[in-house]
């Protein structure tokens, strides 16, 4: 896990007026965790942006607040940002011991071009973007890579327990989801709707057919 320092003060700023301190280029932001009195604090926008940018959702950061002698060691645990604009709005710390396992979700990054694709036209889904982990922070990584060169024809898959980890992590995710998949070219599927739409209306014709010869011979008897 990578670490990172980020300086930050107190905030007295509650409520409705933080949109001011949003407009002087600062973001809010609070602090909580195991044994940790909850702290409202600020942080300059730009620097908690580089932050997550660089170092990741996922590194261990040292938290420098004005006032203490000892910087803390936090994860972000939450960023919340404008739905249109992007605009960061807010961010939470969780302030974590170096020497007790912590729990994390790790993104999955493929790697690689699978057959599948290249040769039959296959459709590469990702149905897994990350993970649930647990270690020691140092020990969580920023990603997992997952090596898609190893889907050779349609319809291969590769689930979290084919996914190669460190001897340190643990996986809490089921073993059995798929991460991605390669399904058949979107043409070939549809080729094969129209067949089979094909005949169930030639079965239904057939069937028309010999009810209405039943209906006339039923007419030629009386």
């Given at each position: ?33 195991k044994e ?34 000892e910087p ?114 979107k043409v ?35």
């Amino acid at each position: 896990m990578a670490e990172t320092t980020l300086a930050v003060d107190p905030r007295v700023v509650t409520g409705k007026k933080v949109k001011a301190l949003r407009r002087q280029g600062l973001v809010p932001a609070h602090l909580y965790g195991k044994e940790t009195d909850s702290l409202a604090l600020q942080a300059q926008t730009e620097e908690v942006i580089n932050v997550i940018k660089t170092a990741g959702r996922n590194a261990i950061i040292k938290l420098v607040i004005s006032g203490e002698g000892e910087p803390r060691p936090v994860v972000l645990r939450g960023v919340q940002q404008h739905p249109i604009t992007d605009e960061l709005l807010h961010v939470d710390f969780f302030q974590i011991s170096l020497t007790e396992t912590l729990t994390a979700d790790v993104p999955v990054v493929t790697v690689g071009e699978p057959p599948a694709v290249s040769v039959y036209a296959g459709v590469l889904l990702q149905s897994l973007d990350h993970i649930q982990v647990e270690a020691l922070p140092v020990n969580i990584p920023q990603s997992i890579e997952v090596d898609i060169s190893v889907l050779e024809e349609l319809d291969d898959a590769l689930f979290v327990r084919d996914l190669k980890v460190p001897a340190d992590l643990t996986v809490l995710s089921s073993p059995d989801q798929v991460v991605v998949k390669v399904s058949p070219p979107k043409v070939e599927l549809e080729v094969e709707e129209e067949e089979l739409a094909e005949g169930e209306e030639g079965e239904e014709g057939e069937e028309g057919e010999e009810g209405e010869e039943g209906a006339e011979e039923a007419d030629q008897d009386n």
